[in-house]
């Protein structure tokens, strides 16, 4: 473990993510010194309050002075902000990497800015919850989860080893894939269902023939299983979807397709199609529980809920 | 709860709701007698292994000989053949209900074989799970939940207020509807998201440039959410997109609509509008959680998964 333990790790951005990693390097002792940096100076201070740092600061520039591995935890949208204000102030040598939910974008963002001399290795770990801020953070947060590292053409080895034994480190286990590749596979994987999940919400918070009150009362049918994506951090969401349009209107397209073509067997009355899908969809969650990427429980071991007054 | 307690009950159907209902009954000493029912000798054959009731029958019409409670627990597509079995065989003052998740359909397959003398009130528990089966249920099933009623004109206060009490003696809270309108909430809170659910899951697994394995392996990032609707079952959930069509098809015309706005948005790179959608959303799932319709844990209350072979 000694060589995976860096001297200065800069943290830009300190929300879910960031603030995970603050409390994984900390606990793991994977570095010497946590400098956080987020531009806002309240988030800034409740990071403080959280103990999350060893340093603080809201200027990047100086957050990346001396540090040997910079991890930008923010909004893709921000991404060549960030690199911009870095950039000049990076030390030689230096692993610069990122959590962001599309890759293309973000490397055209902030590739540019890279000086020679710094490594910088875009990443990605499958990993997060519905919430969001410093507070949500938490140590386990990557633990048993896959971590996807785009590593570009010319990539050091030596640099590429370090950075995937910091994320095995922090529990993940670590997969390396070409850049368009991660948008696409995101795209049906998280966008798709993240965006489905804001439109069936938004869908029934508009309607007028069934009230909001019936909506929530019912929920537990169906509905409430949405939700949780639904209440996903809105920054974050609208960059990714801005800026990962491609891979995403491809996804949305075919579900579309896919819907129409459920929508004619629904008006038709043909119960053989529908019965087919709603079949082979079956298998598709078995694998995923027999892959250890879901509980096995039912209703994913939901600790039964009561109705108010009960 | 003496008047609550039925000589004898007679379960028609015998998978997920059928077998709850049998061990909440047998549990909280609702009857003096539980006869089970079903077609399929298999199915009977677990209910006595699992010792579901006091006796079994492959014949409905044996099954409701003397029963002062029937409770038709089929998928809602075979209504209209267990009304015909049954019709000659109920005994007068018998009250007969359902617990199908539509109303209309049930209502119009069912009631012209009632007899006179019969208290017909069909009824809808909003509770279930991803399995199904007689050996999925468990008595706790409608604790805290709603169970919906939707009697017809003329209806008999007593029969009423005894199904009712029944309910109430089961864990849940009885509300009654009219059965157009419980057809249109359950069409926007159950039915649409188990439909959606089924589509993206389909959409996923037909996809040829992003491979299967990749879609199980990532699939913490979102898309597992909707698996779990979707490993519902298909002869259930076939039925009643064939039962509920008119009012699914306006929910999907709905989300369809809006759908088409919101990838407008992200072609043309609208990030207030949808900035303004996804912040709405998030209001909606504090909603149903302050309700007591979901649990307050992040991500569902998740145990930890883990790697294969970590």
């Known amino acids: 473990m000694e060589h995976t333990k860096f001297e ?3 943290l830009i951005g300190i929300g879910l993510i960031g603030s995970s990693l603050a409390r994984v390097i900390r606990r793991n002792d994977l570095a010497d010194h946590i400098v956080v940096a987020t531009r806002s100076a309240e988030t800034l201070s409740d990071a403080q309050a959280l103990g999350l740092g060893d340093s603080y600061t809201t200027s ?11 991890i930008v935890s923010v909004p893709v949208g921000s991404s060549a902000a960030v690199a911009e204000d870095i950039a000049a102030h990076l030390k030689p040598g230096a692993i610069v990497t990122d959590v962001g939910s599309t890759k293309a974008s973000v490397i055209e963002q902030m590739r540019p800015h890279m000086p020679v001399g710094v490594h910088f290795i875009p990443g990605h770990p499958i990993a997060g919850t519905e919430r969001s801020g410093p507070s949500a953070g938490f140590a386990e947060l990557f633990e048993g989860r896959w971590c996807i590292l785009t590593p570009l053409e010319g990539t050091d080895p030596d640099a590429l080893e370090r950075l995937t034994r910091f994320w095995q480190a922090c529990g993940s286990t670590v997969e390396a894939m070409d850049p368009a590749h991660h948008d696409m596979v995101l795209a049906i994987v998280s966008h798709l269902p993240h965006i489905i999940a804001y439109n069936i919400v938004g869908t029934a918070d508009d309607l007028e023939a069934v009230t909001k009150s019936e909506v929530i009362k019912y929920s537990a049918s169906g509905f409430r299983d949405f939700t949780r994506l639904a209440a996903s951090d809105p920054t974050m969401w609208r960059d990714v979807c801005l800026h990962n349009r491609d891979a ?16 004619r067997a629904i008006r038709w009355g043909d119960g053989d199609k529908l019965f087919d899908l709603f079949s082979r969809t079956r298998a598709v969650r078995r ?14 071991g939901r600790q039964a809920t009561r109705l108010p007054g009960e």
């Open 8 to 10: 200065k790790i800069a």
């Open 60 to 70: 990047n520039a100086e957050a990346v002075a001396d540090a040997d591995l910079v």
């Open 248 to 263: 995403i209107l491809e996804m949305l397209s075919r579900f579309s397709e896919d819907l129409a073509s459920l929508q």
């Open 287 to 300: 694998s995923i529980v027999e892959a250890g990427q879901d509980v096995d429980a039912v209703d994913f």
